[in-house]
């Protein structure tokens, strides 16, 4: 039971389920969800860490020419 509780703590805590939803969901598919969460989880922390290795070297310097417009120079209205 309490791999269950786990279950509905990471959809509401991770995947900002509500505890109705994610008690609602049939077993099978809260199973594949949890899977599926962690999963992508995975593939973020791992893309994180590749892009702090990259030592900056998909990094851009702002020049002139690439960096976006000051407020100043926004026209409104």
């Known amino acids: 039971m ?3 509780y786990e279950q509905f703590f990471f959809l509401k805590y991770s995947g900002g389920w509500s505890f109705t939803e994610a008690y609602n969901l049939p077993v099978g ?3 594949w969800f949890v899977k599926r ?3 992508q989880l995975e593939a973020e922390k791992e893309a ?3 892009a702090s290795k990259g030592g ?4 851009q ?3 002139p020419y690439n960096q976006p417009p000051s407020p100043s120079t926004l026209k409104t209205g």
């Open 2 to 4: 309490e791999n269950v």
């Open 29 to 31: 598919l809260r199973d």
């Open 37 to 39: 969460l962690i999963k």
């Open 48 to 50: 994180v860490e590749k």
């Open 56 to 59: 900056g070297s998909n990094s």
């Open 61 to 63: 310097t702002l020049t």
